[in-house]
């Protein structure tokens, strides 16, 4: 995935279903996305193809909602596990 890099901002070139597109995000959105992409055993390209699917935005916003709906989710299972935690302490 060759990329220009402007400023902050990174513009990565992606192949989704066959059409070449370019997304711009800022290098931490990338890192986001490369991190991801591997936690859930997927190349880059698979992540954005999926994240194109139910995409109502254009691409550099949608990945940048599905990087905050991901980190979100992730915490949430965090907390609930930690409290879960606290409350078998708080029981036994």
Request: glycine letters at 0%; aromatic letters at 0%.
């Given at each position: 995935m060759p990329f220009k890099k402007i400023g902050n901002i990174e513009k990565h070139s992606v192949i989704i279903n066959g059409g070449k597109t370019s997304v711009s995000l800022e290098r931490e959105y990338w890192a986001c996305l490369r991190t991801i992409a591997t936690r859930e055993e997927v190349?880059?390209?698979?992540?954005?193809?999926?994240?194109?699917?139910?995409?109502?935005n254009n691409m550099s916003s949608a990945i940048r909602l599905y990087i905050l709906k991901y980190l979100v989710k992730e915490l949430s299972a965090r907390l609930d596990a930690d409290l879960a935690a606290v409350w078998r302490k708080a029981v036994a």
């Open positions: 190349t880059i390209k698979d992540l954005v193809t999926t994240i194109k699917a139910t995409a109502k």
